[in-house]
């Protein structure tokens, strides 16, 4: 099974950026969907982005425009570039992969300061 490692996280004051990559332990360029997740203290993991093997792309209505996912299957590797962040994009962010069964990686702290 695929193993996924996130990195990027951090703090960053609002309207600032970050860049999350997701690095798969193997070939991502047969996995149908490469996400990200996050998940806020005291709320349930919801969906911030994902982008499917055929480039087709989802966002959150709270991120689109602010947020770019993309995926380099040539580096096994996902990205989540994050502008103009607002505290309330404070989570734990998790990368996953789904192609019929599912992996998640452990998370990266993103913290954004008012």
């Known amino acids: 099974q695929v193993q996924l490692v996130e990195s990027g996280g951090g703090l960053v004051q609002a309207g600032g950026s970050l860049r999350l990559s997701c690095a798969a332990s193997e070939s991502i360029s047969s996995i149908d969907i490469m996400g990200w997740y996050r998940q806020a203290p005291g709320k349930q993991r919801e969906l911030v982005a994902t982008i499917y093997s055929s480039g087709r792309i989802k966002y959150a209505d709270s991120v689109n425009g602010r947020f770019t996912i993309s995926r380099d299957n040539a580096k096994n590797t996902v990205y989540l570039q994050m502008n103009s962040l607002k505290p309330e994009d404070t989570a734990v962010y998790y990368c996953?992969?789904?192609?019929?069964?599912?992996?998640w990686g452990r998370g990266t702290q993103v913290t954004v300061s008012s």
């Open positions: 996953n992969a789904d192609w019929g069964f599912s992996a």
